[in-house]
Structures are given as C-alpha cells and as structure tokens.
C-alpha cells in the first residue's frame, strides 16, 4: 500500500509539472485529437461487447450490476488511457522539452485513475444505470 501510495505521489507531481509546461500551438491540439482517436480505436471492441451483454442481461439480474461495475472501471482506464496516450504524443511533438522525457508513465496512468473525479464519474454512472437504464 506505501509503494502504491508513493506511486500515486509521483504520478500527482508528475500532473503538477505538466500543468506549469506551456505548450501551446497546432502540435499540442494535434496530440490531443490523435490521443482521443487512439483511445476510441482501442475502447470500441470492448464498448461492442459491453453493449451486447447489456441487451442480453436485465436489471434484475445480478450479473447486470457485476457488468455496470466493470464498464464504470472501464471508463475510468479509458480516461486513464487516454492521459498517457496524450502526454506520450506530447513528448514525440516535443522533444527538445526536458520534463516530458523522464516521465513515469504507470504513476501518471494510476495518478488519473484514481483521482477524486473518478469516483464522481462512478457515481454518475451508477445513479445514469439505477433511474434510466
């Protein structure tokens, strides 16, 4: 639990140093448009999937809730998924930026993972399931 949490410290100074960075300019809106191609390229087989099961499965039954905890764990290593696609993509447009070469790409992936905004994002999918599905 210490290495995790030592992980998750690096992963959030990490953040911090890619938040004072200012790069600006076309090569930045690039890697961005690029990261979310790259993650909807990875994430539609497993939406496919999830989305086949959800016709075949019923609220009622208890794997329906089994699967609606695995798809909110999806989105989370998504949105995870896509940071790191993204600082990745930052570092190759930039490569004459020192701090965007020694990053720890696992602490910064477990950083954006379990932020506090994650577990809104659970609990907005969980509350969207519950009233509407």
């Known amino acids: ?17 890619l938040e004072q960075l200012e790069l600006k300019g076309a ?25 086949s099961c ?12 089994v699967l609606s ?8 290593v998504g949105y995870g998924l896509s ?8 570092s190759i447009y930039f490569p004459d930026v020192e701090e ?3 990053i720890n790409y696992g602490a910064y992936f477990l950083k954006e993972v379990l932020q506090p905004f994650s577990f809104v994002i659970i609990l907005g999918y969980f509350a969207f399931v519950f009233f509407v599905l």
């Open 27 to 51: 090569k930045a809106w690039k890697a961005l448009l690029f990261s979310f191609l790259l993650t909807i390229l990875i994430a539609v087989p497993f939406v496919l999937i999830i989305a």
């Open 69 to 76: 905890a695995l798809t909110s764990i999806l989105i989370l």
């Open 54 to 65: 959800y016709f075949i499965y019923s609220k009622v039954m208890p794997f329906f809730w």
């Open 100 to 102: 965007l070469k020694n």
């Open 83 to 90: 940071a790191v696609i993204y600082v990745k993509l930052l």
């Open 1 to 17: 639990m210490k290495k995790l949490i030592k992980l998750y410290q690096k992963g959030s100074s990490i953040s911090d140093t």
